[in-house]
């Protein structure tokens, strides 16, 4: 058998995880909101019509943060339509995605669901076709206790307690063609550091979050990101980063070594903010919020037959790729990007919930099934809470058709808060398993008391209402006769390990 070996030191350190980073992103768009987190009639609708079965499945992921409305979606989103008597609100037509909005669900409702659900709101405002004031004014009518006329109106509307959504995002992808209200990065850069002035002097205890480039080869990427910091560098907390990866090319090794692009974008994000810092001789850090992330790919064809066929529907069934058992390995590795970068990465909101490229599907009336893509986030977001630490990983490397020098074995490990390990590790090698050894040195007495492996002899496997088990994680042996960890031909593996003082 190939080997491997992780040597984890009890003092080498990357960062304490912050939990925000296994958050979600709810947008208007598709079957997420309608049908989707919100069925009313459904035999498992609550009083307010949100599926019971959706939010157990939500509790089992345990966002921290949920990023809404959008997305495409908030540049035409005037957020006032989206409040008061849900009959009297418009319907309106939305640009982005070609459908009709009809505001049935909104800042109300939506707050009630997170509070469902046990997470808190990331609020997205429309910078692409509105300003700086109707930015102000959402977080007035949300954030602000009483006695103004929109924070009345809230009282009014039913909340008399403040919403105190801390977590505020500047537009989206506002430097993409497609983006309504597009923007050069100086015109965004000044709306965004306008708009943020005003959203803090209401409430100061809030944090937002520019816009970055849309994806790491947006012919702007970097560019962009610096020209937007020089201008609102001391207003804003994160910039955002968005990655979708796809196998468009049918390359298994070559589409999973491309999870190492995370790598890379990260590390130019980074080194971005960190160059305005330095330049503007500012004491502050900015963080990255990978407030969009996951594979996306397999409906894009389709979905533009959907959007013809019934132009500005309700409810239309985009964006929703069936995810086989490649992309959840893929899915395994941006998780494990995001630990080994949580010194930086303080958000990520894997997009998206519920059957608009999400992790889990529903049915209209029917049942609700995990897809392959749910396993890897639900144990990284169960046990990959703590400090994630610092492994040398030393393995064997390959070339694909696009990617060189790829780690075969990409992996983080975590010391959990209870006095656990979880290490996270991909084994990238198509046919050959690899024996890990574990060099733990200053842990001391230790034992490998679990090992979970999400691994199917078909890449293309997927998981389907009739048939959900297909492709789903199984304990092993957790080690080899000599305590080694065997990491299978194309898997991902987590690993429990009790340090016994
Ligand atoms: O998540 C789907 C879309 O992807 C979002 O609306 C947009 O922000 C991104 O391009």
Redesign the pocket.
Known sequence: MKKAKMILEKDFQISPIDNRIYGA?V?H?GRCVYEGIYEPGHPLADEQGFRKDVMEYVRKWNPSVVRYP????VSGFKWEDSIGPVDQRPKRLDL??KTTETNEIGIHEFYDWTKKVGAKPMYAVNLGTRGALEAKEVVEYCNHASGTYLSDLRIKNGAKDPFDIKLWCLG??MD?P?QTGQKTAFEYGRLANEAAKMMKRVDDTIETVVCGS?YYYSPTFAEWEFQVLNECYENVDYVSS?I?HGNFTNDTADYLAGASMLDDYLHAVIAACDAVKGKKHEKKTLNVSLD?W?V?YHSVEDDEKIKQQSPWGTALPI?QDVYNFEDALMVGMTLISMLRRADRVKIGCM??LVN??APMMTRKGGGIWAQTTFYPLIQASTYGRGISLLPQINCDRYDTLTYTDVEEVKAAAVLNDDGHITIFAVNRNLKDDIAMNLDLRSFGKTEVIEHSVLHHDDFKAVNTEANPNEVVPHNVAPTLEDGAIKLPAASWNMIRIKINQ
């Open positions: 992103f947008e768009l959008g997305g495409n979606f982005a995605w989206n992808e993409h497609n849309t968005h979708y969009e996951n996306w964006l997009a998206q608009v490229i």
